[in-house]
């Protein structure tokens, strides 16, 4: 599960910043430049994924040698 999330967070940044290239001008030789609206999926597309890749890897409880053996 921590692999497919750190898979999909790049693949969101990823698209998020071609989006506001092309959205922006940045990156010209599509019907999507210039238009405001990819700038802004695109943004939204990098938020997404960087809260994917922000979230926490570890789940509470999901290490149980730490749970079993303890600190003095």
Avoid at 40 to 54: E, I, N, R, T, Y
Avoid at 55 to 69: K, L, N, T, V, Y
């Amino acid at each position: 599960m921590v692999i497919l999330r750190r898979v999909a967070g790049a693949l969101l940044c990823l698209t998020g910043l071609v989006w506001i290239g092309q959205g922006t001008t940045l990156i010209q030789g599509s019907s999507m430049t210039g238009s405001t609206f990819w700038a802004v999926m695109g943004a939204v597309c990098l938020v997404a994924g960087l809260v994917l890749l922000g979230w926490p890897w570890r789940q509470p409880g999901a290490d149980s040698e730490d749970q079993a053996s303890p600190v003095k």
